[in-house]
């Protein structure tokens, strides 16, 4: 897979120095004052092949949608879910894998997959009260230890060949993930009880198993949410926080650390945490499992009284129901008959758009992808939601680490774009 990455995405770096010498003046967009107040919303200043995000039909990975993906990447079984290993290869080759390169990859994930000790000592050395987050983040950063990139860096390894210790680092970090996360989730709510790797395991399958969540079931479910999860172009908080860090020439643990605190933020990936708490808070407070559609939307008009958002619902890009929900929905739709939650979470997605949309202000009244996570994790007895953003970092990983590697193929430069007091903005918008 190296081979066939160099061999495809290397034919890019020649577009890429033409762009950069031959078209830099060319104009293609103006930016605002509004797109600047708005958190930067809709100006193109990034370069990410991975996947794109189109506002009114979600995201494509190299051109497949979510659905196309199910259809068309490798499985273990025909009626279960694609491997994640399938996706990293269609991000990083940009072509749909035969069967073998996934197994391949899951192999070559398997044997990088040893953590050091030293990681573990750093997780233990933390109170259990440290947020799953924390914990997540710090251990990756602790693992810096093992970077190929820095030690070659520092040897004074020639830049054109950054992308080739990028890859190893990359791949080493992806590979110990699911160890890492599972380690986690044993330590906080599982007194300890740490379960091996099983080797002759897929990587998503192996996450699951050594969580304690051995069921086919449950297996199925975590190969379709680190499909789902891995990426969403490279402008949302953990993508372009991985890029920019790693546009310093930081290693990629750094770079992945530091993507993973802007995952652990409310408006970011936190939601799939903050959506389960919502709803149970609500129940709690209705006095009921089953709450009706009336007393959601009078729960809901009261969240947004007291100055809070309805996590779950809205969204930076999409102005539709992020294809991501309908995924998971269709998953509950087949495989689940009766749930109390999964029931309330589908009534939430009748009753919140009408009043979200009601508001005025709200660009997007749509649920999003954590709408629904919480809940079928929940299901299928991970009902640990403090842990949840954890499951999100681990298949975001493979979108962002994916690009690291791209980034320092093409020789991307550090980023640094301009910033100017509030009064410049209002001087530009008076005409002076
Ligand atoms: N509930 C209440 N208010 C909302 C919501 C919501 N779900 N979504 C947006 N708004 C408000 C927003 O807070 C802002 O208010 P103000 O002007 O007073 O600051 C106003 O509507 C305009 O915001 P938008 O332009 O619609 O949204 P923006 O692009 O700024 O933010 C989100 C996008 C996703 C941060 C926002 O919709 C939100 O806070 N949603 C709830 C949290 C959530 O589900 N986040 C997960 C996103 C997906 N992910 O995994 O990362
Ligand atoms: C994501 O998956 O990163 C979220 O939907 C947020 C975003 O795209 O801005």
Known sequence: IKNRFYEKASKCIGEYQKLKTEHADKVIANVTIGQVMTGMKGVPSLITDTSKLDANTGITFRGYSIPELREKLPRLDPAGEPLPEGLYYLMLVGEIPEQEDVFNISKDWSTRSHVPQHVFDVIDAMPKSARPMTQFSAAIVAMATESVFQKAYRSGVNKKYYWDFMYDDVMNLIARLPRIAAYIYRRNYFKDKHIEPDPRLDWAGNLAHMMGHDSDEVKRLMRLYMVIHADHEGGNVSAHTTHLVGSALSNPYYALGAGMLGLAGPLHGYANQDVINWIFELMNEIGSDEPTKEQLADYVQKTL????????????????????????????????????????????????????????????????????????????????????????????????????????????????????????????????
């Open 305 to 432: 009284e007291a100055g809070r958002v309805v996590p779950g619902y809205g969204h930076a890009v999409l102005r539709v129901t992020d294809p991501r929900f309908t995924a998971q929905k269709e998953f509950a739709d087949k495989y689940i008959t009766h749930d109390k939650l999964i029931n309330t979470v589908n009534n939430l997605y009748e009753v919140v758009p009408p009043i979200l949309g009601s508001v005025g202000k709200i660009s997007n009244p749509w649920p999003n992808v954590d709408a629904y996570s919480g809940a079928l994790l929940y299901h299928y007895g991970i009902k640990e939601y403090s842990f949840y953003t954890v499951l999100f970092g681990v298949s975001r990983a493979l979108g962002v680490l994916a690009s690291l590697v791209m980034d320092r193929l093409y020789g991307l430069p550090i980023e640094r774009p301009s910033s100017y007091p509030l009064k410049w903005y209002r001087d530009k918008a008076s005409g002076e």
